[in-house]
């Protein structure tokens, strides 16, 4: 059975005393068995969230890491800096980093490979703008997406990765992407990943929706086949909707 995960992506949201409550709302609840809880904070609130999750099943993530190991990149954080507080699974290719930061795929493929080889847990994300669905070119741009920054990857390596579709063109536009859209998608990617290497790491592979998930539409949305759970936004800054996805499976 793959992993059913459920990862909270703060964004540049929660100052020190925020970070703390919200930490402290999510322990109060009890956390299925059978799922993945992470949280990604700001950096600024990492080591923070490391010491407050400390006694809960609760995995702190990074929301970006540099592939270099030092030197001039103002305003970056290694993998080294990263391991120093405690953290040890990054969020990598977020569609706002990709859109806003101007990453591409051959940035993203050097930040996979540093991460590999320092062990850490990646969440990868991908996903299609609105003018590629609209022009169906989706299957075409998530192909390449993960070709581009996974596919040269062996097979062992893969144990240290989960997948994050963000369907970009479903948020935040007024488009809205149907359960249906989501599970083809999914499957889609599985079957990329069988077709590169085997059936039985495909089978594996915990694929999270990023489009939109709350506690409303979280149960149907993780009912579909190939939908392992769920990369959040908005909703992971409540600690009552969270909570309400996490246990929506």
């Not at 859109?99 to 062990?119: C, F, H, R």
């Amino acid at each position: 059975m793959r992993k059913q995960i459920v990862a909270g992506n703060w964004k540049m949201n929660n100052n020190t005393l925020e970070t703390e409550s919200l930490i402290k709302s999510l322990a109060q609840h009890e956390i299925p068995d059978d799922v993945q809880v992470m949280v990604a904070p700001a950096f600024t609130q990492l080591f923070q969230s490391v010491s407050l999750t400390e006694a809960h099943s609760i995995t702190v993530a990074a929301q970006n890491m540099n592939a270099a190991d030092s030197g001039a990149h103002t305003g970056e954080v290694s993998a080294s800096m990263l391991k120093g507080v405690g953290v040890h699974t990054i969020i990598l290719g977020h569609s706002e980093r990709r859109s806003l930061y101007g990453e591409t795929d051959s940035m993203l493929q050097l930040k996979v490979q540093k991460a590999i080889a320092e062990g850490f847990q990646i969440i990868f994300c991908f996903g299609e703008e609105l003018e590629h669905r609209k022009e169906n070119k989706h299957f075409t741009l998530v192909e390449d997406q993960l070709s581009s920054a996974l596919f040269d990857l062996p097979k062992t390596a893969w144990s240290q990765i989960v997948l994050a579709y963000e369907p970009v063109w479903a948020i935040g536009t007024g488009e809205t992407a149907s359960p249906e859209q989501a599970q083809e998608m999914h499957a889609f990617i599985r079957q990329l990943i069988e077709n590169k290497y085997d059936a039985d790491l495909a089978n594996q592979i915990a694929i999270l929706y990023g489009g939109s998930v709350k506690p409303g539409n979280a149960k149907e949305i993780f009912s579909m086949q190939d939908v392992d759970g769920g990369l959040i936004g908005g909703a992971s800054l409540n600690a009552e909707d969270f909570m309400a996805i996490v246990n929506a499976f």
